[in-house]
């Protein structure tokens, strides 16, 4: 720990590693997808004001927040896809505008659920596709950073 702050590699253990395993065994609750899409998120937050205070230079000129998350969303695109998410799980619609553009619109049609062919049920994000290979990307994105 450093002023205060824990590495970004200790936050995912905290914060996204449990969020991943409890959505893992109920795939289809839309609740703990919201908190793994919100955990998922949150980790910009946390990675960024850690390197602000320990490590300016892992910013790569980001001045805030925002700016910081945007050069993340080139790297993987899901992350995206989690703020969104996250944002929706406490607006019901989101019509402010962003820089990337939204994927998730209005919190009521954020998550719908449908049939795979194997007959198994999975929980889709209603404007982009499944969510659990989103989530899977954007975790192993966070899995892999380097402190």
């Known amino acids: 720990m450093t002023n205060g702050l824990i590495k970004p590699s200790e936050q995912f253990q905290q914060e996204i590693q449990p969020a991943l395993d409890d959505y893992l ?41 925002k700016s910081f998350r945007r050069q993340l969303v080139t790297q993987c695109s899901e992350l995206q896809i989690m703020n969104d998410l996250s944002d929706a799980a406490h607006h019901r ?8 553009p939204r994927v998730v619109v209005q919190s009521s049609a954020a998550f719908s659920q449908s049939a795979t062919g194997g007959g198994s049920v999975q929980l889709y994000i209603s404007t982009y596709g499944p969510f ?5 990307k954007a975790v192993a994105f966070w899995r892999n950073w380097k402190d």
């Open 25 to 65: 065994k109920n795939p289809r609750s839309e609740r703990l997808a919201k908190n793994l899409a919100r955990a998922i998120d949150h980790q910009v937050d946390w990675t960024f004001e850690y390197y602000q205070q320990n490590d300016p230079s892992r910013l790569n000129g980001a001045r805030d927040v």
């Open 93 to 100: 619609f989101l019509t402010r505008p962003n820089n990337p």
């Open 132 to 136: 659990l290979p989103a989530a899977t």
